[in-house]
Each structure stands twice: as structure tokens, then as C-alpha cells.
């Protein structure tokens, strides 16, 4: 981030750049902050405390004073508004290249944070390993090292880098840790213990359908079809559509939640209209499960891992359980069977293969 004070609208103010980051104009509008369309920048009053909130948020943001006697450019300022133009360009041309909004906050994101180790824009091989190797440290997971080496990969091919190779860039490592899996007890522990009506509906359509966090947060309310009993999930990862059965249960929840709250545009709204809050329905989950005494961290995902696991020990078909998640390739659904009970129990043990005859008491 590059904060430079500066006169605006009558008044000195903290004027800051820096790459889109939801997470930071959060922070800002908490904070009083308030967006200069003219500037491109978010700006706050510029006195003691902001400048201390400014230092303490981000400890390594470049602070420009205002002078009025002649300087020479700020080489640190020239060096950042610089890599702050490539990423914008690299994030103009992810959209012009129809990817999920979704994904190019993600890669804006990550490039944003490899610029900044790297100290520009242009970079080559061992830049890359060492910042691998820096994220290694800090315990990132085996995905995100992927995820942030695929960021890489498409940055050095869209913004033409010629001191990298793209195709020597090798992937770390995957692991391949199983899904965590609910019990269908736990679900309805878990819906038993949520009193509000709108809370209800949240987690009975993400157990219900299988479809990830986002994909409830764009609903909206043209896409549940009551006659058809449908939902349709627009722009899902990778920018698919698809459609998921509606149930007959579930239909009637959200007629009744329909019914009491009236959404407008997205079927689940905040308290103010406009789209809910993705920490909102993490809140709602962790309270809940804490409430019914579960002894696991449990998360949004959980609920469509538990869907496709249930459906599974119920005899649904893995291309049917593949088209419902949105899964490219059935391998992707295929992991469900490693944690189905159902698969599992079907499997002979040896140790019971000893002792036939026992009576139900311990043979040993």
C-alpha cells in the first residue's frame, strides 16, 4: 500500500493506493474511510490516530508527507505504482479473458502478494522458490502453494515475462487429505439447535444441495423454481451453470422463510438488503455446532461434503452424485467412496473372520 497525504476536498486527508482487496476496503469503510472516484484511492482524515491505524494495519505501507519545497520523485513510490499498474492490467486482462469474479479476486490477490516479496513486477524461477519456500515457512497448505504457483503461471503468460520459463515451473507437492464428513445425526443436531428462521434455510439448502458457500450467496430469488422443483447455480467455479433438485422439504422451508422475510433480489439478504455475509454463515454454523456439543471444527463445506457422502451410502449413482457438485471430472467425486460408511462396512475384516462363533462376548 502507497499512503501520500494529501489535500482533498478542503481538507488534508490520507490518500491510499493499493491492489482491490476486499478484505482491506472492509477495513477502510469501518474505519470512515471514504473513496475518491477522481484519485482511485480510499482516503481518510489525516490526524494522529489515523495515521497510527494506518501503521499499525499495515505495517508495510510507504508513507509519503506532503511538502511544499521541490523534491526528487520518491524512488520507492515510483517502484510501487509501478507493480500497483501491472497487477491492475493482469486483473483487466483475467476479465477480459471471462474469468469468474470469484477467481480474479483470488489471483489479483495472490500476485499481489508475490509482487510485493519480489519488489517488481518482472521476476524470474528463483523468486518464485523463495517465495514458495517463505509461504512453506509460514505453514500455508499444499493448495494454496498450488494455487499461488498457478496465479504465477498465468501472470508470467498473460503479462508476457520473459526472464521465466512457464513451462519449467513445477507444482509443489499435493496432498490429498479425505473430506470431513457430519454424521446425519449431527445434521440434525445441528438444524435443531438454530431457532431463526432464516439461519434454518441457510444450512437446510447447503445440506440439502451440495452447493458451496458462494454459490448461496449468489442465489437469487428467480432462480428456485417451485414448479419444476429446481435451483438453478449461475456462474459456479469455473464459470458452469447447473441445475440441483429442490425437495420436497426444503421447498417447504423456504416458502415459509419467503414468505416471512420477502427477499428482493438475492434469495438470502443481509439486514439491509444486498447480499448476505459469507463470515455471517460461518458465525451461524460454528454457534450452532458448539451449541449441539460437537466436538469438530465445522465449516460450510462440511454440509456439501456430508451431502455427497449421504448420497452416496444411499445408492445414489456417481455420475449423478458428479453433475449435482459441479464436478468436472468423476475422480474429483470419486473420493467420497474412501469415507462412505456404506462402502466401508461392506469390506470383511479378518480379525472377525477369526472368532465366528462367540456369542457376542470377547473371544480373547
Not at 460454528?286 to 448420497?311: C, E, G, Q, Y
Amino acid at each position: 500500500m502507497y499512503i501520500r497525504q494529501h489535500h482533498h476536498r478542503k481538507s488534508m486527508v490520507c490518500m491510499c493506493s493499493f491492489p482491490y482487496n476486499s478484505s482491506t476496503i472492509v477495513w477502510f469503510k469501518e474505519n470512515g474511510g471514504r473513496y475518491s472516484r477522481t484519485y482511485k484511492s480510499w482516503y481518510l482524515s489525516w490526524n494522529k490516530e489515523n495515521v497510527a491505524k494506518l501503521n499499525r494495519e499495515f505495517p508495510e505501507a510507504i508513507f509519503e508527507k506532503r511538502s511544499k519545497t521541490s523534491e526528487k520523485p520518491n524512488p520507492k513510490r515510483r517502484a510501487y505504482l509501478t507493480q500497483l499498474q501491472e497487477v491492475n492490467v493482469f486483473r483487466n486482462k483475467l476479465l477480459a479473458q471471462n474469468y469468474s469474479a470469484s477467481s480474479i479476486r483470488t489471483y489479483t490477490h495472490l500476485i499481489n502478494r508475490f509482487v510485493e516479496f519480489v519488489g517488481s513486477a518482472n521476476f524470474n524461477q528463483e523468486d518464485l522458490t523463495k517465495y514458495l519456500v517463505k509461504c512453506r515457512k509460514e505453514l500455508f497448505s499444499a493448495s494454496t502453494m498450488r494455487q499461488i504457483t498457478s496465479a504465477v503461471k498465468l501472470f508470467a503468460n498473460l503479462m508476457s515475462i520473459k526472464d521465466i520459463d512457464v513451462s519449467k515451473i513445477s507444482y509443489p507437492r499435493k496432498s490429498n487429505p479425505l473430506p470431513k464428513v457430519l454424521s446425519v445425526e449431527d445434521v440434525r443436531k445441528i438444524l435443531d439447535e438454530i431457532t431463526n428462521l432464516k439461519h434454518k434455510a441457510i444450512i437446510a439448502t447447503l445440506y440439502s444441495t451440495g452447493i458451496r458457500r458462494g454459490e448461496i450467496l449468489r442465489l437469487k430469488v428467480p432462480d428456485i423454481d417451485g414448479n419444476r422443483n429446481t435451483i438453478r447455480i449461475n456462474n459456479s467455479k469455473g464459470n458452469k451453470d447447473r441445475i440441483v433438485p429442490l425437495s420436497d422439504m426444503l421447498k417447504r422451508v423456504l416458502r415459509e422463510y419467503y414468505i416471512k422475510y420477502q427477499p428482493k433480489e438475492y434469495l438470502f439478504e443481509g439486514a439491509k438488503g444486498g447480499i448476505y455475509s459469507a463470515a455471517s454463515i460461518s458465525q451461524i454454523i460454528a454457534k450452532a455446532a458448539f451449541r449441539a456439543k460437537l466436538k469438530i471444527r465445522v465449516s460450510a463445506h462440511m454440509f456439501r461434503h456430508s451431502f455427497a457422502t449421504h448420497l452416496m451410502e444411499q445408492g445414489v449413482n456417481l455420475r449423478v452424485i458428479q453433475e449435482m457438485l459441479g464436478h468436472k471430472s468423476s475422480r474429483t467425486t470419486e473420493i467420497y467412496t474412501k469415507v462412505s460408511s456404506s462402502t466401508l462396512a461392506k469390506v470383511p475384516n479378518p480379525l472377525d473372520s477369526l472368532f465366528v462363533d462367540t456369542n457376542d462376548r470377547i473371544p480373547f
